[in-house]
């Protein structure tokens, strides 16, 4: 939420937390993350412990957006996806209150995503997902409102979404 009298953004790290940052501070993070399904089962990366997310970040200065998805997924999970599909799109203002403590304005763009094939890896991980995620799960969905998610938009609904196809 930005507040135009005071030029600042209300934002919330994964554990609710909320921080005043100038809006002048925040940076532009546009972000996609692949729902992919199997066996009534949903891909998704445990970070933090106990936290669940599904595998995606980051979209590249020049990368499409499908080529993204498809990207992250294959660094976070080691697994190989095609034919992405948007099932949702999010507004988030963010605080990385667990790594670098910058602050984002991020549009989460979600896709639904077909398996291809790989084996579950860690191999992609950058240094922070090193220190922070775990291999990724296949989670039953019928399970996943039980989980604690470490994201600031829930993302469970997307994944309901996507199992209707």
């Given at each position: 939420m930005i507040d135009n009298m005071t030029n600042t953004t209300t934002c919330l790290d994964i554990e609710g937390n909320k921080y005043e940052i100038a809006t002048s501070e925040l940076q532009w993070r546009p972000a996609t993350y692949g729902i992919v399904i199997k066996n009534n089962k949903v891909l998704m990366s445990k970070q933090f412990d106990d936290k669940y997310t599904l595998p995606g970040g980051g979209v590249n200065l020049g990368e499409d957006l499908k080529t993204a998805v498809v990207r992250e997924v294959k660094?976070?999970?080691?697994?190989?996806?095609?034919?992405?599909?948007?099932?949702?799109?999010?507004?988030?203002?963010?605080?990385?209150?667990?790594?670098?403590?910058?602050?984002?304005?991020?549009?989460?763009?979600?896709?639904?995503?077909?398996?291809?094939?790989?084996?579950?890896?860690?191999?992609?991980?950058?240094?922070?997902?090193?220190?922070?995620?775990?291999?990724?799960e296949?989670?039953?969905?019928?399970?996943?409102?039980?989980?604690?998610?470490?994201?600031?938009?829930?993302?469970?609904?997307?994944?309901?979404?996507?199992?209707?196809?």
């Open positions: 660094e976070e999970t080691g697994l190989d996806v095609n034919d992405p599909r948007v099932v949702g799109v999010e507004n988030s203002f963010f605080h990385a209150a667990h790594g670098s403590k910058e602050s984002y304005h991020s549009v989460l763009i979600y896709y639904s995503c077909i398996l291809q094939g790989g084996e579950l890896s860690t191999d992609g991980f950058d240094e922070e997902e090193r220190r922070h995620a775990e291999i990724a296949w989670i039953p969905i019928s399970t996943i409102d039980n989980l604690k998610i470490a994201s600031t938009v829930d993302f469970r609904p997307y994944i309901r979404h996507a199992a209707q196809f």
